[in-house]
């Protein structure tokens, strides 16, 4: 009797111990699963994370590309764009090109909108290869440069509007009076040996109760300046920098030319020089809230002293915007201004 109950409770601790094996078993093989799908999982987070990366990443790179294409504008050369037109019946034949008269090549391209016509409007790279350009007046040089007169001067005026390149007299001026930038002085009134040059801006030409000493000459001799009776003036700064012709040269997008002005120490209301100003770069800056302009105006040759015949030759460049996102300053935005 012992012995049946000995083996039936043997019998019965064998079934207990398969039993829990198989449950710890099954129990392993839950485990194992859930671990593998749990791994699957991580690995497929991680790749979704990883996708997810990748197209922010994408995302950043994309709108870099498309800051540092914005970043690049490069600078608009009013003279070039406005004032000199490319000879439009220019043929292969030099005896062409000397028949062609201004009067009649500014008749054919007056409609063409040459501010936003590539095929019409100059580049410094067309003057470099010697394309034939036809000047808006005698104010303007086929090189890309512009004259700007003193106060005195007979022929040229001594307003300039550095947004448009364009040099104005008191007659041109008067309808205009807040988009001249800048005004170019000679004079000797300050000492009669050594003249005074200088580049003042039309609030201070207005506002100023001794500006008017800048303005005597052959051509005014008191307090009856133009400026003084101009009812909007634009209230621009002016500097001289210590930048040179070669470095004006280089300077080619907005960049470049953002970051002159910003390392220029010392603008205000005047620039003067006891001596010439050949081969000087003045810097101007208009911040107003309908007129911005970041501008360098380059003096190529300084002609005459403080009588009717003074006068510069200068290039200007400014900062270029651009509405299509092309890297091409548009004209049109300028010629509204």
Known sequence: MKQIILSASVLLFTSLLYAQEVKTEK???VVKTTEKINQQTQKISEASNEVVNQSQQTSANVQNAVNNAKAVIKIFEPILRFRLKKNAQQGSADTQTETTSPSTEQASTQSTQPYDNPAVYVTQNDLAQ??????????????GTANLGSQNNKKFGCYINVLQGSIMDEIDA????KSVDLIFTATNAFNEQVPMYAFLTPSYVK?????YNFF???????KNIPPASWQDVNESEVAMTALTGEQFEKIQNNNQLTAVVKQIKGFGQKVESRT??????????????DRTAYGLIYIVS?????????????????TGFDQN??????????NSN
């Open 27 to 29: 129990k392993s093989k």
């Open 130 to 143: 010697g394309v034939a350009v036809v000047v808006e007046s005698p104010v303007y040089n086929a090189d």
């Open 174 to 177: 008067a309808g205009n009076t």
């Open 207 to 211: 506002n100023d109760a001794f500006a």
């Open 216 to 222: 005597k000459g052959t051509k005014y001799k008191d």
């Open 276 to 289: 010439k100003l050949e081969g000087k770069v003045i810097a101007v800056k208009t911040e107003m809230g």
């Open 302 to 318: 300084h002609y005459g002293t403080t009588g009717d015949n003074g006068y510069l030759k200068i290039k200007i460049k400014v």
């Open 325 to 334: 996102g092309d890297g091409v300053p548009d004209g049109s935005i300028y």
